[in-house]
């Protein structure tokens, strides 16, 4: 990955590394106003950012995770930390996550990102709505040529806590629809584990914070292994968040952890810059960027 990321630099040159500067620029942006998050999204000013997902074997690119940006006409790239939890308080939320449905279901109808599997975040008021299966009918009606099988959506382990009867009926109904779900940030809230017998999820996905001090911390060592064995046992599907190091990488992988997500592999991308992300894959591993 080291060789990606040069050649990624060596082809894009600046413009790459503008890009990273941004990135890093983001957090010292101001607060802002609630009144222009709503117009923003109908301005298209919120965009789509994605984050590669690789087989924990580290050489095959399985999809990605869509991530919101709003790019600001003034301020740049906003990450979602500076305006989700706005929106969550003033309900702009679910029209921000419409917005991002939309959006997934157009770049899933391109070419390129055939046969990848896409994952989106769907914020607690959005996911217990009760139009939300319903409008997602509607967008695999609009877009009959993407294959939902290939679409995960991904609640909070906090989400799906706040209703397990209804977020198991929700899940159901979607996985009716041929969707799978994920339970993101899982372990973050130290919550019982009970609630998992009643979710029919397809996917955890390893808070962060368990993998930030891997390997040394053995108390993160602990929990880790405990939560791919849980994992394991239940049949679902296990994705390590941010993975930074060949390290970590390393560990999940002896853990035989199914997926790694990370700035390891990738920051979020703009399309256009994911796509280069691809191409630079096929070509350094000479083979089909497909599912495993
Ligand atoms: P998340 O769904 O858990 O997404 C993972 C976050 O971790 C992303 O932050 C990603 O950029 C960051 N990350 C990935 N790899 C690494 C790594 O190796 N190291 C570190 N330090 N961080 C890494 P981002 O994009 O800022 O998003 C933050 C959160 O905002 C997301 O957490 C998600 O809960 C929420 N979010 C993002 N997009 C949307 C959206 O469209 N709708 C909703 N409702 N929430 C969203
Ligand atoms: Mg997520
Ligand atoms: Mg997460
Ligand atoms: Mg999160």
Avoid at 113 to 127: D, E, K, M
Avoid at 173 to 197: C, P, T, W
Avoid at 210 to 227: C, G, K, R
Wanted: aromatic share 10%.
């Amino acid at each position: 990955f080291a060789d990606i990321a040069m050649y990624l630099a060596k082809e894009s040159g600046r413009s790459n590394y503008k890009f990273f500067a941004n990135e890093t620029l983001q957090n010292k942006q101001p607060i802002l106003l609630e009144s222009e998050l709503c117009s923003a999204i109908a301005n298209g000013e919120i965009q789509v950012f994605f984050q590669p997902k690789m087989a924990s074997t580290g050489d095959c690119l399985y999809g990605m995770e869509a991530l919101c940006r709003w790019i600001h006409p003034v301020h740049g790239i906003i990450p979602p930390a500076q305006f989700i939890p706005l929106a969550e308080k003033n309900g702009d939320i679910v029209v921000l996550d419409k917005k991002m449905i939309e959006l997934v279901f157009a770049e899933m109808n391109k070419k390129a990102f055939h046969g990848l599997h896409v994952a989106v975040n769907i914020s607690t008021q959005q996911f217990y709505n009760n139009h939300f299966v319903s409008f997602i009918h509607k967008q695999m009606q609009d877009n009959p040529e993407v294959d939902v099988s290939k679409l995960e959506i991904e609640i909070t382990e906090e989400t799906a806590i706040q209703d397990v009867e209804g977020a198991a009926q929700t899940i159901t109904e979607l996985k009716e629809l041929g969707i799978r779900i994920a339970l993101d940030d899982f372990g973050k809230g130290f919550n019982s584990l009970n609630y998992l017998k009643q979710l029919p999820v397809d996917t955890l996905k390893i808070d962060r914070a368990f993998i930030a001090n891997l390997p040394e911390d053995f108390q993160d060592q602990a929990i880790v292994s405990s939560i791919v064995t849980l994992a394991k046992k239940l049949e679902l599907a296990i994705v390590a968040e941010g993975v930074e190091s060949q390290e970590q990488l390393n560990w999940v992988q002896d853990l035989k952890c199914d997926y790694a997500q990370g700035y390891m592999f990738s920051k979020p991308l703009q399309t256009s810059e994911f796509l280069t992300y691809l191409q630079a894959f096929n070509k350094e591993y000479k083979k089909e960027v497909r599912p495993v």
